[in-house]
């Protein structure tokens, strides 16, 4: 069942009208749509659909969380961090990516953990998804939110991949998997808080692993790729 949101786009904008309820009819690639909910703002979002995506075969699914962007509008901003990072690294999990543009401000805002909520609970009403196997991964503040999202609602994934973000000061009751990866050269996010918290988690008997990096900067969002893809491998024993 869909929740209660006024018009579910899972064609480009200016096709909505042509929309199919059945699951089956979902496009292969990847699509720039909206998602509006009665008195709250437009979610916009970027979500890949892989090809081997089967109604009859529930999908692994990852919530992919952007950088932060100057100013308030972050238009095109998951799209970007699905084509240029995300889309390429994780490709061989044949997962669905949601990407979502921030509503306001960081992603541990209110505005924005109501919104990544509604979208994650519209994905999940309308693809065929593996409940036990969503994960939450993000770049900069995408990674920062990937740390807030994982242990504020461990319940909603099994594993967090943060890239380049700061985590939290602890990781007292942290709960789910996680694998961090982070240059010691990152010049925005340090590099010792990540390094501190794995070995925090890792010492509490956590499912924790960091990937440290040298010579790449914060910037150079696509020099991350590589790390990442290792975390293709890493969510397969996860999801064992």
Do not use: C
């Not at 997962?95 to 990544?116: F, L, M, R, T, Y």
């Not at 242990?151 to 700061?166: D, L, M, N, Q, T």
């Amino acid at each position: 069942m869909v929740m209660a949101y006024a018009i579910l786009s899972l064609l480009p904008i200016s096709a909505a009208a042509q929309v199919a309820d059945d699951p089956s009819e979902r496009v292969p690639g990847l699509q720039d749509l909206e998602l509006s909910r009665p008195d709250e703002p437009t979610i916009r979002y970027a979500i890949s659909i892989p090809r081997t995506y089967s109604a009859l075969t529930p999908a692994p699914l990852i919530l992919a969380l952007h950088f932060g962007v100057r100013g308030r509008d972050a238009a095109g901003a998951g799209a970007s961090v699905m084509r240029s990072l995300i889309g390429p690294a994780l490709e061989g999990l044949g997962a669905v990516i949601v990407a979502p543009d921030s509503v306001q401000g960081s992603w541990s805002s209110p505005e924005n953990e109501k919104a990544v909520t509604a979208l994650l609970d519209m994905v999940l009403a309308n693809y065929a998804i593996d409940k036990t196997k969503v994960a939450v991964t993000g770049y900069s503040m995408g990674g920062a939110g990937s740390w807030y999202f994982a242990e504020k609602f461990p319940e909603r994934f099994s594993a967090a991949i943060p890239v380049a973000g700061r985590p939290p000061a602890s990781a007292s009751g942290w709960r789910l998997p996680v694998l961090a990866i982070h240059s010691r050269d990152d010049q925005v996010a340090p590099f010792d808080p990540t390094e501190a918290r794995i070995a925090e988690l890792q010492k509490a008997g956590v499912n924790a692993k960091l990937i440290p990096l040298t010579g790449i900067t914060h910037y150079q969002t696509n020099r991350f790729r590589d790390a990442l893809r290792q975390a293709v491998p890493w969510l397969r024993e996860v999801w064992k």
